[in-house]
């Protein structure tokens, strides 16, 4: 089984800041990570993906996220923030070798940018 | 527009009533998957399918079920709802199964159980 873990519920920053999201996984077999948003009434939107390659992985809207297998953790970051960036921002995994594409969740980071 | 659709919006019924869930996904996307967001739970995969086959299934209670049908669609059934039922469900939709693909989410239903 594997878990994922959001170390932050709720990060306020200013905006043109830059932000820092941390999440950490565990699992028992590789997994492929992922971060997606949910901007207010919506659905998830995908933001990025680590599938292989290289550890530094970019993404939709200036996010970068970084692949750390020792630490097991996958931060997301983004040197400077818009308002419009005010949303809930998931990580999330999947193993690799599994049947079907079952995606497990962290609990979420809020992030709310002040003008 | 993530092009998943999904009816109703909004629900809210009573406790012991039994309600249906229904999701279009995306044009040619072939797996559909189920998705429970509540506040003490966070986001819980239920059920995913695969061109109308049952592929993976999660956390998701007896008393509830889905299918998807040939035309793609799928419906997510509730019954003897409870009051920690209510929840925002997601449906999203992918081309295939394998776990490197991107989903993609509709805007849910919000289940009010009373």
């Known amino acids: 089984a594997q878990s994922v873990t959001q170390l932050d519920s709720q990060v306020p920053v200013f905006e043109e800041a830059p932000v820092e999201l941390r999440c950490n996984y565990s699992?028992?077999?590789s997994v492929y990570l992922f971060w997606y948003v949910q901007y207010p009434n919506q659905g998830l939107?995908?933001?990025?993906?680590?599938?292989?390659?290289s550890t530094l992985v970019k993404g939709i809207n200036g996010f970068e996220a970084e692949f750390n297998k020792s630490q097991t953790s996958f931060h997301l970051r983004k040197p400077?923030?818009?308002?419009s960036d005010t949303a809930e921002y998931f990580c999330a995994c999947s193993?690799?070798?599994?049947?079907?594409?079952?995606?497990?969740?962290?609990?979420?980071?809020?992030?709310?940018?002040?003008? | 527009d993530s092009g998943v659709t999904q009816t109703p919006k909004?629900?809210?019924?009573?406790?012991?009533?039994?309600?249906?869930?229904?999701?279009?996904?995306?044009?040619?996307?072939?797996?559909v998957y189920w998705y429970q967001q509540s506040l003490d739970q966070g986001l819980q995969f239920l059920i995913q399918y695969y061109n109308g086959e049952e592929r993976a299934k999660g956390n998701i209670l007896e008393r509830f079920s889905a299918q998807q049908f040939p035309?793609?669609?799928?419906?997510?059934?509730?019954?003897?709802?409870?009051l920690g039922d209510s929840a925002l469900y997601f449906c999203a939709s992918s081309v295939q199964d394998a776990n490197t693909g991107e989903l993609f989410f509709g805007e849910g239903s919000r289940l009010t159980v009373l």
């Not at chain 1, 193993?95 to 003008?115: E, S």
């Not at chain 2, 309600?19 to 995306?26: E, H, I, K, M, Q």
């Not at chain 2, 035309?71 to 409870?82: F, P, Q, R, T």
């Open chain 1, 80 to 83: 400077s923030v818009h308002i």
């Open chain 2, 10 to 31: 909004h629900l809210i019924t009573a406790t012991g009533q039994r309600v249906t869930l229904r999701c279009s996904p995306r044009s040619g996307d072939l797996s």
């Open chain 1, 95 to 115: 193993m690799i070798k599994a049947a079907g594409n079952k995606l497990t969740f962290g609990g979420g980071t809020r992030v709310l940018v002040k003008p």
């Open chain 2, 71 to 82: 035309d793609l669609h799928s419906e997510l059934n509730l019954s003897s709802l409870e």
């Open chain 1, 45 to 53: 939107q995908l933001l990025l993906k680590y599938l292989s390659g």
């Open chain 1, 27 to 29: 699992s028992s077999v």
